[in-house]
């Protein structure tokens, strides 16, 4: 907790108005701290440095994992086939000839259903795999 101008102020103009009146440890101490320069942006560097490698960490750990599972899909021949499947049983129960679909298509996949047998498109893919 910073001592505001005003606090400081009023320490400065009491000691002024009764200069032989010994100041109390805190007051000693608000009046200390305001005579450093540019206190407070220095208090929120040093919190800042303190809580870097932290903040680093909850930051970059995300990053690394996403980063790691997209080099893991684009070289995973098994996720390769599974999705080329899926847009071709995909394409068979729709009666459609697209070339690639959204990837929050794969979450509606459970809701596709085939129209004789009524399986998922799931069922299909896991089916043929």
Not at 57 to 62: G, L, S
Not at 90 to 112: M, R
Request: glycine residues 4%.
């Amino acid at each position: 907790m910073m001592p505001t101008a005003k606090e400081v102020e009023e320490i400065q103009e009491k000691q002024l108005q009764n200069p032989d009146m010994q100041l109390g440890v805190p007051e000693q101490f608000v009046l200390m701290l305001s005579k450093i320069p540019c206190l407070l942006e220095r208090l929120k560097l040093w919190i800042f440095t303190l809580d870097y490698k932290t903040m680093e960490k909850d930051i970059a750990e995300p990053l690394m994992d996403l980063q790691l599972a997209m080099k893991e899909m684009e070289e995973s021949k098994t996720f390769r086939k599974a999705m080329s499947i899926f847009l071709a049983i995909g394409n068979s129960l729709s009666g459609t000839e697209i070339k690639g679909f959204q990837l929050d298509y794969l979450a509606k996949a459970s809701e596709v259903k085939d129209p004789v047998y009524k399986h998922t498109l799931t069922y299909h893919l896991a089916e043929y795999m």
